[in-house]
Structures are given as structure tokens and as C-alpha cells.
């Protein structure tokens, strides 16, 4: 206020953006700050790079990060990635030990990353968790609730028999039922 009183400025910033405008100047965004797209990549660079972020610790403290061509530009990412196939998909890193890499900018090059995202359901990434205990049979590794799923054994029961030392093919392959009486084989 006391800059307009003294003569020091002559508006708000109204007048430099009316000038710019009549000039052909106006800055010029994406128009996409209110879009689910927008709010996606916003939330991940915040969680990822902002200490104050209630999520920073999981992301940020664990040292995942955006690389440099989507944490500089949203126009990027998008270019990228596009939008979500439905509301029912969010993003998710492929590897939950890395960061949100695309796989083709200078940083990702210099770093070897390569492309580390998808658009997955709530399911899908609910598999992707650090906390999931994976379990290898037969060649193949599956959470232990998709084992449980497969084999309709609930997966508290595995979890209890593995925890009392089965070993895993028994721990899957023995019907529920035999749990006490069963005799592990060393």
C-alpha cells in the first residue's frame, strides 16, 4: 500500500499482466491445474521432495525421487504418461525400491534407471507393498495372500506355519486341518 501512496508502483500487478496481455506476452500454462492428471504429479513431487509433506518420511526420507524431467514440468509427465485408463487406476512405481523415473531423460540416462511407473488398481499395488511377505514355490513368487487366494488356504494359516518353521512347500501344499498333527520333515 504505501508503494501505490508513494508513486513507487503503479498497481497490484494488474497492470503488468494487462500490458503482457496486450503485448502477446501472457504467460501461458497447460490449463490442466484443476485435472486429476495435474493433481497426481503434484502429490508425487510433494511427497517425494517436500520434507514438510505428511508422506515425505515413505518417500522422500526413503530416498525415492522424481526424476528431473517430470519434477520440472508437469507437460512432461504428462507426455509421458498420459492419463489413467480409468478412475480406478493411480500411479505406481513397477520397483518399490526406486524412484518415479520415465527411462529416457539426461538423469534417468546418467542414472541407468530405467522407465519405473504404471497406472495400477488399488489391488495391484496393494501387492507392490514393502510389506508384503513373497513367497517362491514351484518357481513362481506370489505375495502370500495370492498363494493363499491360488490355493484356498486362508493366509493366516500359512503365515502361522511358516512362523513355526514348515517348510514352504508344506506350508502350501498340506491341507488346512493337519496344522498340529502334521510331523514337519526336516
Not at 514355490?137 to 500359512?158: F, M, V, Y
Amino acid at each position: 500500500g504505501s508503494k501505490l501512496k508513494n508513486g513507487h508502483t503503479r498497481s497490484c500487478g494488474c497492470l503488468h499482466i494487462d500490458h503482457a496481455r496486450k503485448m502477446g506476452h501472457a504467460r501461458r500454462t497447460h490449463g490442466m491445474s484443476k485435472s486429476r492428471q495435474y493433481a497426481i504429479w503434484s502429490h508425487m513431487v510433494a511427497r517425494c521432495h517436500a520434507a514438510t509433506h505428511q508422506d515425505f518420511e515413505r518417500y522422500g526420507g526413503r530416498c525415492i525421487f522424481v526424476c528431473l524431467r517430470w519434477r520440472n514440468s508437469f507437460e512432461s509427465f504428462l507426455a509421458d504418461v498420459g492419463s489413467p485408463p480409468s478412475a480406478a487406476y493411480s500411479l505406481d512405481r513397477k520397483n518399490n525400491l526406486r524412484g518415479y523415473d520415465c527411462g529416457s531423460c539426461d538423469d534417468c540416462r546418467i542414472r541407468q534407471a530405467e522407465s519405473n511407473w504404471r497406472w495400477a488398481t488399488f489391488a495391484e499395488q496393494s501387492r507392490n507393498r514393502r510389506s508384503n511377505r513373497l513367497i517362491t514355490h514351484d518357481g513362481r513368487t506370489l505375495t502370500l495372500t495370492d498363494w493363499a487366494k491360488e490355493l484356498n488356504i486362508s493366509p493366516s494359516a500359512i503365515h502361522k506355519r511358516l512362523s513355526r518353521g514348515w517348510k514352504i512347500a508344506d506350508a502350501l501344499t498340506v491341507p488346512t486341518g493337519h496344522g498340529t498333527q502334521f510331523v514337519r520333515r526336516k
